[in-house]
């Protein structure tokens, strides 16, 4: 079995290298992720300028743009055949709720599903990166029971958060729907150095919502959450309401 890895976090990342190693203990292991950090590009497409991937000593592959770019670069470059599975992540930080619709780490697995590949996304819901290595026997287990799936659902990826505490006080796993969040004050005013004034995105305080089967429950518990997440973004109750329209002149 073959499974690409890949990341938003960069090549250098401590988090890639645990999820690359977790995956080698079921199949050999290709990595391809940024040269640098590219949290929060979504599903961004360099299309502006050429990549130019770089081929390290170690076997890995670093590429000049966002997490899409790798993964699609591999699929349709790289590799000298498709792997069974992408896996991206650990991803340094959550990605539940509404942060699904930004993360790099998630659109990476997006990209493998939309080009025919099962994908999978983790990602570390604490700000510990040193407790990131204490979960790779989970991971391992984790990437044991992912890979054995005979019929891995079409246009669904898994997106897989990690509690912000030690490995060994995990109570255990739940499967969980997405949560919401709300956002104040993460833009920050401010000048630059010639007195120009400049708006600074991130930081602020987030408040998290959901009932108790949400992602941001189950971590807060003490969870590792497990979201499947479709590549559908139609909302089929209002598809009726909508066909009764009529243009207006």
Partial sequence: MHILVANDDGILAPGIQVLAEACQTVAHVTVVAPDREQSAQSHALTLTRPLRPVARPDGTWQVDGTPTDCVLLALEALLPEQPAFVFSGVNH????GEDVLYSGTVSAAMEAVVLGIPGVAVSFAGRRDDLIPGYASILAGLVRNITALKDFPKNTLLNINLPGIPADEVKGIKVARLGSRI???????????????????????ITWTGADDTDHAAVNEGYIAITPLQLDLTNHELLETVRGWRLER
Avoid: L
């Fill in 93 to 96: 930080g959550p990605n539940m």
């Fill in 183 to 205: 956002f104040e004050g993460s833009v920050a005013r401010q000048k630059d150095p010639w007195g120009r004034e400049v708006f600074w995105i991130g930081g602020g305080t």
